[in-house]
């Protein structure tokens, strides 16, 4: 029981923080892009568990943030791949562009600062859906966005860290 005790203020903290996510994101949605949106939460939150398979570390957090920019780039190129080549190949043209990139993208492990590929493909696929489910979305605005709440999101799961090393201790 003793124990217990003192594990629960780990979850307590776990809630505060994220409260606070959608408290930030219920004050930021306002000002974002695009307009009429109902907040974007979701991308804090799938970043926030980004930072813990990128090590915890600082270094994987910047590993995650540049992955999900370079994921963000590789949903553009196939948007714009798969929009040339619909014409020619209908049906398959976005098939082909996706299959195309994906080969191409998972070349980028080899490259130490944007080898973590798994977030590559979560930011890639927050983009496609931000793109697919958001109206009024645009490349630049869901950019922008994107990055601001895995950002915010990958800040969270420093401060986790941080806070739950320094309670673990204090014990």
Known sequence: MKELK???????????????????????SPIMQPSGNHGFSWIC????????????TIKG????????????????????????????LAFWGVPVAVGFIAFV????????WLSLIPALFIGAGAFFAFMSYIPGATFTNA????????AI??????????????YEKRR
């Open 105 to 112: 993208a998972i070349f980028l492990e080899k490259i130490e």
């Open 45 to 56: 939150f799938q970043s926030w568990a980004v930072y813990f398979f990128a090590g915890g």
């Open 153 to 166: 999101g990958l800040l969270f799961g420093f401060v986790t860290v941080t806070l739950r090393v320094a």
């Open 61 to 88: 957090g910047i590993k995650a943030f540049l992955a999900y920019a370079v994921g963000i780039g590789a949903s553009i190129l196939i948007m714009l791949l798969g929009g040339a080549l619909t014409p020619a």
């Open 6 to 28: 003192k594990f629960v203020m780990i979850p307590v903290m776990i809630g505060v923080l994220a409260l606070l996510i959608q408290a930030i994101d219920q004050w930021l």
């Open 143 to 150: 950019t922008i966005t994107e990055l601001v709440y895995s």
